[in-house]
């Protein structure tokens, strides 16, 4: 009984999913409803705003650069004077 990797795929993944769909409904099973309705009021808020941390992080360092670059430009003026 020699089996090749192209039979034995097919279930193979539907052991993976049947896993990962175990696991989920395990992980669900003793939450309340008031934790599962934060779940998805989470999940739906980073659906809509998926880049808002990275967001965040690229403003502060534009500010930043900016911060630097008036400073330097004010040595570069203070020292012409």
Sequence with gaps: MNLSLPEIAPYLLIAI???INL???ASLRNRTTHDQIEML???SKIMRK???KEDRA???LSERVKNL???KDDIQNSNEE
């Design 58 to 60: 690229l403003l502060e």
């Design 69 to 71: 670059r008036s400073r």
């Design 17 to 19: 999913i049947v896993l």
């Design 41 to 43: 009021r989470k999940a």
């Design 50 to 52: 998926p880049w808002e």
């Design 23 to 25: 696991a989920l409904w």
